[in-house]
T-cell receptor
Framework: EAQVTQNPRYLITVTGKKLTVTCSQN?????MSWYRQDPGLGLRQIYY???????DKGDVPEGYKVSRKEKRNFPLILESPSPNQTSLYFC?????????FGQGTRLTVV | GEDVEQSLFLSVREGDSSVINCTYT??????LYWYKQEPGAGLQLLTY?????DMKQDQRLTVLLNKKDKHLSLRIADTQTGDSAIYFC???????????FGTGTRLKVLA
């Protein structure tokens, strides 16, 4: 079954404490991306990766890092989280015709 | 720049038809999509349409594409309470894998 798996589903953390949200896909897709979803703003792309070791900034990259050491995994790293990064995050893995989404990670930074 | 616009809310009565509208900006988009997001879940692909089509029908769903006006609509016939969700319109930027999503339309179905 085609799947994108994100962990954790929910996370509450304090300002400045580094965290990583993991993402894994089993479809052998080259393209993966991270989005954040905020009320009234839809989904905004944070970072994307065209292939292993190839990553680039999306529309809202500030405060985030990513890595793509292997094809299936694309973790999102917040080195020093701040309250304005409280949001719902989605990882996606894409073919030419369809984007597959993870279940989401609801992050709260206090 | 690229932009996809949708109205934020729609409320309909059970059994009526729902029409969710979307406008987009990239006239060279190859595919246009409708995704559905149920509470607490990720986005699921509902349907998509090739840019060379005007209409696509799939059971209760009808997608209409007006390329001249860059307007996409999703009609849900005989709307049920299980259709209550957020619906996202999206386009894929030609020559890339980048998807541009609208703000989402929250559909509420009243019993």
């Amino acid at each position: 079954e085609a799947q994108v798996t994100q962990n954790p589903r929910y996370l509450i953390t304090v300002t400045g404490k580094k965290l990583t949200v993991t993402c894994s896909q089993n479809m052998n897709h080259e393209y993966m991306s991270w989005y954040r979803q905020d009320p009234g703003l839809g989904l905004r792309q944070i970072y994307y990766s065209m292939n292993v070791e190839v990553t680039d900034k999306g529309d809202v990259p500030e405060g985030y890092k990513v890595s793509r050491k292997e094809k299936r995994n694309f973790p999102l790293i917040l080195e020093s989280p701040s309250p304005n990064q409280t949001s719902l995050y989605f990882c996606a893995s894409s073919s030419h015709t369809e984007a597959f989404f993870g279940q989401g990670t609801r992050l709260t930074v206090v | 720049g690229e932009d996809v616009e949708q109205s934020l809310f729609l409320s309909v009565r059970e059994g009526d038809s729902s029409v969710i509208n979307c406008t987009y900006t990239d006239s060279s988009s190859t595919y246009l999509y409708w995704y559905k997001q149920e509470p607490g879940a990720g986005l699921q692909l509902l349907t998509y349409i090739f840019s060379n089509m005007d209409m696509k029908q799939d059971q209760r769903l009808t997608v209409l594409l007006n390329k001249k006006d860059k307007h996409l609509s999703l009609r849900i016939a005989d709307t049920q309470t299980g259709d209550s969700a957020i619906y996202f319109c999206a386009e894929i930027i030609s020559g890339t894998y980048k998807y541009i999503f609208g703000t989402g339309t929250r559909l509420k179905v009243l019993a």
